[in-house]
């Protein structure tokens, strides 16, 4: 079980409920980064006393300094930091809550530490998953998910032999617009975006849930952590949320893993594995359970989970495209510029206007994706 972490993104929601835990079991915290979020992060350095914050520039640096003069904390900013952040000393696991790309060089940084990351960036994987999970096993170090999926898958495969996989099964909400009509989509705005009807997540991964890009990123992440292929791997709807992904065996047997939606619980398994403690969130009366419910997700509908699979079997760069692409449209998305649909033919355009590296270095992989970013911005204003 850990002792001491780093918490890279906590003012956003998975670095909170983090600090909820590491409060509750008395874990000492090191090192804390926010993004523009200085007032949370006061807050949060005042009752957790890091040795250490980071920000996200040199600008946010010099407003957060005078605030915390009077604490014994470093604050330091820019990729930079945000490596230092991950790499401080005395630190069991670093939980990377960081949202989009901007968590690879961090991680990797701490993985050649041989540190436990409790993984909460997905980009990372889907980006450089061959990368970095060389370099986790190069270097001794663990990756516990803290995707709510990927923890179930993890919890459910244990110490299964990986041949005797047959189907890992991940399931999605089905996000705000599930039983929409492609009309209704069309009209569809950020803050109708945001309804998530289950769980409590920050603006892109909710806008993610409901264009169901969220689930495609999540078999690339899914094929990295697990050595599974992506015909290996299925997207079935559940909008109860209950049952937070499946096994599927040889023999046909299935493992699920049960629980409240709550990020509670795949956060503090990352944390004390391979242990259980107590936690705060309620328990799951199964008595109570009226039905379950499992769908095929409709990809006529929701066209980039199929984008997103086409994605997962090419490889390559694709991958890196895909979520660089993604990052930017939902941006878009977000200022109103663009629309539910547009997101998706952003996306699409990004990766027919980038030929794919089937075998690309770090910064390669990091070119192609900032490439992309630009190509979707370039081509929405001129659109405007």
Same mark, same amino acid.
């Given at each position: 079980?850990?002792?001491?972490?780093?918490?890279?993104?906590?003012?956003?929601?998975?670095?909170?409920?983090?600090?909820?835990?590491?409060?509750?079991?008395?874990?000492?915290?090191?090192?804390?980064?926010?993004?523009?979020?200085?007032?949370?992060?006061?807050?949060?350095?005042?009752?957790?006393?890091?040795?250490?914050?980071?920000?996200?520039?040199?600008?946010?640096?010099?407003?957060?300094?005078?605030?915390?003069?009077?604490?014994?904390?470093?604050?330091?900013?820019?990729?930079?930091?945000?490596?230092?952040?991950?790499?401080?000393?005395?630190?069991?696991?670093?939980?990377?809550?960081?949202?989009?790309?901007?968590?690879?060089?961090?991680?990797?940084?701490?993985?050649?530490?041989?540190?436990?990351?409790?993984?909460?960036?997905?980009?990372?994987?889907?980006?450089?998953?061959?990368?970095?999970?060389?370099?986790?096993?190069?270097?001794?170090?663990?990756?516990?998910?803290?995707?709510?999926?990927?923890?179930?898958?993890?919890?459910?495969?244990?110490?299964?032999?990986?041949?005797?996989?047959?189907?890992?099964?991940?399931?999605?909400?089905?996000?705000?617009?599930?039983?929409?009509?492609?009309?209704?989509?069309?009209?569809?705005?950020?803050?109708?975006?945001? *309804?998530? %009807?289950?769980?409590?997540? #920050?603006?892109? !991964? +909710?806008?993610? &849930? $409901?264009?169901?890009?969220? /689930?495609?990123?999540?078999?690339?992440?899914?094929?990295?952590?697990?050595?599974?292929?992506?015909?290996?791997?299925?997207?079935?709807?559940?909008?109860?949320?209950?049952?937070?992904?499946?096994?599927?065996?040889?023999?046909?047997?299935?493992?699920?893993?049960?629980?409240?939606?709550?990020?509670?619980?795949?956060?503090?398994?990352?944390?004390?594995?391979?242990? *259980?403690? %107590?936690?705060?969130?309620? #328990?799951?009366? !199964? +008595?109570?359970? &009226? $039905?379950?419910?499992?769908? /095929?997700?409709?990809t006529d509908l929701f066209p980039c989970l199929e984008l997103a699979?086409?994605?997962?079997?090419?490889?390559?760069?694709?991958?890196?495209?895909?979520?660089?692409?993604?990052?930017?449209?939902?941006?878009?998305?977000?200022?109103?510029?663009?629309?539910?649909?547009?997101?998706?033919?952003?996306?699409?355009?990004?990766?027919?206007?980038?030929?794919?590296?089937?075998?690309?270095?770090?910064?390669?992989?990091?070119?192609?994706?900032?490439? $992309?970013?630009?190509?979707?911005?370039?081509?929405?204003s001129k659109c405007i």
């Open positions: 079980m850990c002792k001491a972490i780093s918490i890279l993104g906590s003012t956003g929601s998975i670095g909170r409920q983090t600090l909820e835990i590491a409060g509750h079991l008395d874990l000492r915290v090191r090192a804390l980064s926010a993004h523009r979020n200085i007032k949370l992060l006061e807050d949060q350095v005042r009752r957790y006393r890091p040795a250490l914050a980071a920000v996200s520039s040199d600008e946010t640096a010099r407003d957060f300094r005078p605030r915390v003069r009077d604490l014994d904390v470093r604050v330091v900013s820019g990729a930079d930091g945000l490596i230092e952040a991950a790499t401080i000393d005395d630190v069991d696991a670093v939980v990377t809550a960081v949202v989009g790309a901007a968590g690879l060089a961090p991680t990797l940084a701490a993985i050649r530490l041989g540190r436990r990351i409790a993984l909460a960036n997905k980009e990372t994987l889907v980006c450089a998953g061959e990368h970095v999970m060389n370099s986790a096993r190069d270097n001794h170090a663990e990756i516990i998910p803290v995707d709510s999926e990927h923890s179930a898958l993890f919890q459910c495969l244990g110490t299964h032999d990986r041949g005797s996989v047959k189907t890992l099964h991940l399931t999605a909400s089905g996000g705000p617009f599930r039983g929409w009509s492609r009309a209704e989509l069309m009209k569809a705005s950020p803050a109708m975006a945001l *309804r998530h %009807p289950n769980w409590n997540m #920050g603006k892109k !991964v +909710t806008v993610d &849930s $409901a264009t169901l890009m969220n /689930k495609g990123l999540e078999v690339i992440e899914a094929m990295h952590l697990f050595s599974v292929p992506p015909d290996k791997i299925n997207v079935v709807v559940h909008p109860e949320s209950i049952v937070h992904s499946m096994v599927e065996f040889n023999d046909n047997t299935i493992m699920a893993q049960l629980a409240c939606p709550d990020m509670r619980l795949p956060i503090q398994y990352a944390l004390t594995y391979p242990h *259980r403690l %107590p936690s705060r969130v309620d #328990g799951l009366d !199964v +008595t109570l359970l &009226s $039905a379950l419910t499992f769908e /095929k997700p409709d699979l086409d994605t997962a079997r090419a490889g390559g760069t694709a991958c890196a495209v895909l979520n660089y692409a993604n990052e930017a449209a939902v941006e878009l998305f977000l200022r109103g510029e663009l629309s539910f649909y547009g997101m998706y033919d952003s996306i699409r355009f990004a990766l027919d206007s980038i030929e794919n590296n089937k075998d690309p270095s770090l910064e390669e992989i990091t070119a192609a994706g900032e490439t $992309a970013k630009r190509l979707v911005f370039e081509r929405n």
